[in-house]
């Protein structure tokens, strides 16, 4: 499967504002966006026309960063979004945010997207008690995600999981921390989703 490879800070960068890729140091003095709060490159000092097509281009960067998605499939994740009833913009966040791998970080069971995936990916975590490796899956009200109990006392789960106790947890889901399981309790509306991201521009963009 392609995917990006390179340094997760640099994309931080480009975009000049904190996508917490790499979890705790994001919130560190280490993070580059503090000492370098411009783009990479020769020219990232320069100053760059704004133009509407460009802010809505970033917008749409920004959100395929944050959630760690290829193009292809966060176009396909638009025509699902218009094709739905209700606020295109709103339906493309919702559908970003219930994925299993956003849904893992979300709960607290990873310290970023990135580890949250990996999870998935190797057959670490259940969905109603079956097991689920593919980070895009979809969950639905009722849903009930769960780290396997030979992964609990994982050093990184284990310390994601204290992290996120003393953190507001998100009204949509539910943390057991003592099982490692998390509880779908809706789907998460537009003030649930705590994302930089203006998904007007993103619509007017592929409405073009």
């Known amino acids: 499967m392609a995917r990006y490879t390179g340094p997760d800070c640099r994309l931080c960068r480009r975009e000049k504002t904190k996508l917490f890729l790499k979890g705790s140091k994001c919130e560190s003095p280490k993070c580059p966006v503090e000492k370098r709060p411009y783009p990479p490159g020769e020219h990232g000092r320069g100053r760059l026309k704004e133009s509407e097509y460009n802010l809505q281009l970033r917008e749409k960067q920004k959100a395929r960063r ?60 259940t969905v109603n008690g079956k097991k689920v490796n593919i980070p895009s899956y979809q969950v639905k009200p009722g849903d009930v995600v769960q780290v396997k109990e030979r992964m609990r006392q994982n050093l990184n789960v284990h310390e994601s999981i204290q992290l996120q106790t003393g953190r507001p947890q998100p009204g949509w889901l539910e943390l057991n921390a003592g099982e490692a399981k998390l509880t779908v309790n809706s789907l998460p509306s537009r003030d649930q989703v705590e994302v930089p991201i203006q998904e007007q521009l993103i619509v007017e963009l592929y409405s073009k």
Do not use: M, P
């Open 66 to 125: 944050i959630y760690g998605i290829l193009e292809k499939q966060f176009h396909n994740y638009y025509v699902e979004a218009a094709r739905r009833k209700g606020i295109t913009g709103e339906t493309l966040l919702q559908l970003l945010e219930t994925r299993l791998d956003n849904v893992v970080y979300r709960g607290g069971l990873a310290r970023s997207r990135d580890q949250a995936r990996q999870l998935v990916r190797h057959s670490h975590v």
